[in-house]
């Protein structure tokens, strides 16, 4: 049997510390299905391993990550601390200018800075390796990376959060509102102490700029997603939502269109029974559509085991001498594709008003629909007393809700419209939007 | 650029077609991603295109399979005749013989000769590769075989066969007999003129097979799979299934039990709302629980496009220079498990009898299961006319009907129960057992 694979292992949080025990406990099946060993023989981490039980002894700790990327001592750098800027940067340059290939759960660092990346290690002939920066467990990357290049694909998307989707599931399934959803999020560990990163749809946007670049061949451009969040989400909108069959997923939608490729992170309406659509908790999905197929792909979106089962099949990968570039193709191949603007985004919209209670209300509403050419395919008005769940504490000032879905138009349509009903007085606070999505 | 990987294929039926024309399709997409051109260079068929706009007017014509697998103008072998016996066996035999790669969507050659050629192929330093052999467009051999190193599979299970969802999800949707289901399968070309193969179950099976030596390190064994095909299923079970909170699939399941590998295809009750129970029509999923993660792939389990993206994904591989063991692991490392006999399997049933309708019948079939330890979650009983769907048409002598749901038990309990039940006269005709799968 050839040397085995020896790995230097930086960062030893819950991802890290799951790699090194599972490194650990599936030596001989890791030896017999990639015909060398996988052995952690080093490692930095400025913090103990999250898990206590993991046994150090034996392995060499270098005394910081980038000292440990050039350590000669290693074939693999294994990164999985974290963040886009140093030591994370740093170290995984450092190792892929050295010619030594680097598998990371990192996607901020490549969201940001993978087409770099990608350039250094074919440079030096290293590979990148990144199964577990989306999607955790799930083998979306391999998917794409490997499974569909004979396809061209229109749409990638997906549910890549669990954080927003355990958020969105309590909300609708205990009628409970945001707040009191994030702060269970935060008591069960699902959500971190300032949660801006996973609510706001920063950590979707990263996940989506990876898949992007991987379906589309593209380089990666994370300044190039729309970004919404689900902080604006009320219960009103999940209870409308299931009253019409749809259900509140956040979605990261990559899709080519006429003027380009549309990035775009924001929630969603989505019929019910799709698989994406009854996808609840902290579990990921990733759908593609191809035109050759549509394939769904769910699992866990994080968590020690699920990751770290990610991180070592990319070492696998690398004990079996197999080497694909970082995106899919050659870095010099991947294109810079024209931005499609979201005014130009094209579906159905999901649009709450809370209205003044009089006559003729919706009838002003249709026509400023009806003035930029939108179609409805539903209309729904509740009046004080006729609100679902919460409204039934009826007050003469209290506004009457008015639901409407459009049939497919433009955001700009949308927009045009809305800011001629602001200019009819006829709201009482700012509408809330929901683009629909086939799914 | 290195040379073109120079593919002989040997089969122009849908699949082959399909792969012709994506080759010639996505020339130059393959060569940037793979590093190197991937060129049809040679092909052997007994019939003509099945795609009859293919233009193979350059491709060279070799007289039989066998000799185009001896070419040694080709480079790689795809073999898309199918079937278990020769030419297709003799074919590729004859191509890993000589060192040569072979590409596959043979699942009938692997599940009855897979460790053959396994071993052939490792001897002469070749790759068998065949993720278009099961569930057609979904990278589910690359996910256990690739994918999944450092986990333990407990399970791997899910629905294999379009032919067999497509007449479940019919019968179910719009209250269809079998036969008008099946002939309607027929006219759509999802089922062959002789449907054995496919509602007998036996193409499932030697899928499973095959999924289960790639989840467990075992050695294919076709013949231990316990077969049963969806002939029996009648609507009456599909509407008790609703009415108790199930849909009907064939499923095919292997899993790990604490007396050897169950590996086994039969109708199955699964719970509503599950994913596994809510894929329709001809698509197909996969399950795979292992002790880092569930994973559930979805996609279409046929079809010329997504088939052959498979096999352009297993060319791309050998392109790209990157080789694994057929089955994961070293031919000579694939176990010979132990097989968990089929009276020890456990889990919940759904029993359908058809009993003579008088006072007590229910309380001794409820005695007889009592008497077996067998726990009742449910008992239904239908009379005469208070049975669903086509009930209303009273006879003197219709039977009534008694619906069970056990507990967990075990297939030997539930046998001889239903022997006691046979032996007190109670039922009129045998009754049906439909097994509980968790999903």
Known sequence: MAEPLRVGLAGLGTVGSAVASMLARSQAALAERAGRGIELVAYAAKDPPKDDTLDLSKIRKVADPVALARDPGIDVFVELMGGEGDPAKSAVAAALGLGRSVVTANKALLARHGLMLAKLAEEHDAALNFEAAV???????????????????????????????????????????????????????????????????????????????????????AEAVHVEGIESISLADLEAADELGYRVKLLGVAQRTEVGIEQRVHPTMVRQGTVIAEVDGVTNAVAVDADTMELTLMGPGAGGAATASAVVADLMDLARGRRVPAFGRPAAALTKPQRAPMQRHEGGYYIRLAVVDRPGTAATIARRMADEKISLESIMQHGRDRRPHGGDDPRVDKPALVVLITYATTEDAVRRALAAIEQDGVWVEKPQVIRIEKS
Chains 1, 2 share one sequence.
């Open 135 to 221: 999607a955790g467990g799930i083998p979306i990357v391999k998917t794409l990376r490997e499974g569909l290049g004979g396809s061209r694909i229109a749409r990638v998307y997906g549910i890549l959060n669990g954080t927003c989707n355990y958020i969105l599931t309590r909300m609708h399934k205990e009628h409970l509102s945001f707040a009191e959803c994030l702060k269970e999020a935060q008591r069960l560990g699902y959500a971190e102490a300032n949660p801006t990163f996973d609510i706001g749809g920063f950590d979707t946007a990263h996940k989506l700029a990876i898949l992007t670049s991987l379906a589309f061949g593209t380089q990666v451009d």
